[in-house]
């Protein structure tokens, strides 16, 4: 089976740039997560969807950031404008909407901000 | 919400001796505690996790304990093998709340 399939898996831009991250979560999970990894900050949870409706954005730092999901099997997390201090590993992880089921990452966007 | 915390945050064994990593946890409301290794450059992989109704959990060379009356969980590597050298993540999720609160890691060095 495909696991959660992240795209693109760098990217490097300059600063101002608008940035788009996508994820394809498990065919029949229902539940998706954004993260954020860095050595400061460790591993956060930006926001994340149960049955594509979002249920708590409370972790995305600022309005430059936004999520969408549009359909069961796509999301996007979009930065705009993107600063230095964005750059980062995210992490797209999906699950079955449970409270004991574990969830699956992807292999991650390294993002680099100029 | 949930704090998770983990102890201590850097472990170096010998190869094919034991390591624990011990996590602690705030709300006694949680249920299920997965454990994820992390190699370098690479994505947290889920490699056993516990539920609420049960104590202890074993896969071969790793097992995971938990004392839901003290609020800590903790993974145990038996034999330990420079392969598992990695940054170890304990996470804890409420009952009714798929949403995981995760602690900052352990890195484990195993010397060869």
Same mark, same amino acid.
């Given at each position: $089976?495909?696991?959660?399939? *992240?795209? !693109?898996?760098?990217?490097?831009?300059?600063?101002?740039?608008?940035?788009?991250?996508?994820? %394809?979560? /498990?065919?029949?999970?229902? @539940?998706?997560?954004?993260?954020? *990894?860095?050595?400061?900050?460790?591993? +956060?949870?930006? /926001?994340?969807?149960?049955?594509?409706?979002?249920? $708590?954005?409370?972790?995305? !730092?600022?309005?430059?950031?936004?999520? %969408?999901?549009? #359909?069961?099997?796509?999301?996007?997390?979009? /930065?705009? !404008?993107?600063?230095?201090? $964005?750059?980062?590993?995210?992490?797209?992880?999906?699950?079955?909407?449970?409270? &004991?089921?574990?969830?699956?990452?992807?292999?991650? =966007?390294?993002?680099?901000?100029? | 919400?949930? &704090?998770? +915390?983990?102890?201590?945050?850097?472990?170096?064994?010998?190869?094919? $001796?034991?390591?624990?990593?011990?996590? =602690?946890? @705030?709300?006694?409301?949680? #249920?299920?505690?997965?454990?994820? %290794? *992390?190699?370098?450059?690479?994505?947290?992989?889920?490699? /056993?996790?516990?539920?609420?109704?049960?104590? +202890?959990?074993?896969?071969?060379?790793?097992?995971?304990?938990?004392?839901?009356?003290? %609020?800590?969980?903790?993974?145990?590597?038996? +034999?330990? *093998?420079?392969?598992?050298?990695?940054?170890?993540?304990?996470?804890?999720?409420?009952?009714?709340?798929?949403?995981?609160?995760?602690?900052?890691? &352990?890195?484990?060095?195993?010397?060869?």
């Amino acid at each position: $089976d495909a696991g959660v399939i *992240q795209s !693109p898996r760098h990217e490097v831009t300059e600063m101002g740039q608008e940035v788009t991250l996508r994820c %394809k979560p /498990i065919s029949g999970h229902n @539940s998706l997560f954004w993260y954020r *990894q860095t050595m400061m900050r460790g591993l +956060e949870l930006l /926001i994340y969807f149960n049955n594509n409706v979002p249920i $708590d954005d409370s972790g995305m !730092p600022e309005d430059r950031f936004s999520a %969408k999901m549009p #359909n069961a099997s796509f999301s996007t997390l979009k /930065i705009q !404008p993107s600063e230095p201090r $964005d750059s980062a590993v995210y992490f797209c992880a999906s699950s079955f909407f449970d409270s &004991n089921q574990p969830q699956h990452f992807g292999d991650g =966007t390294r993002l680099s901000i100029l | 919400g949930e &704090n998770v +915390e983990q102890h201590p945050s850097t472990l170096s064994v010998q190869e094919g $001796d034991s390591a624990v990593i011990k996590c =602690t946890y @705030s709300d006694s409301a949680s #249920n299920y505690f997965p454990w994820y %290794k *992390q190699e370098l450059g690479k994505r947290p992989q889920l490699i /056993i996790d516990i539920r609420s109704n049960v104590g +202890e959990k074993k896969d071969q060379r790793i097992a995971v304990t938990l004392n839901k009356t003290a %609020k800590h969980f903790s993974l145990h590597i038996t +034999e330990t *093998q420079p392969e598992d050298s990695a940054v170890y993540f304990c996470a804890a999720t409420l009952y009714g709340n798929n949403r995981l609160a995760f602690g900052k890691g &352990n890195q484990v060095v195993v010397i060869p």
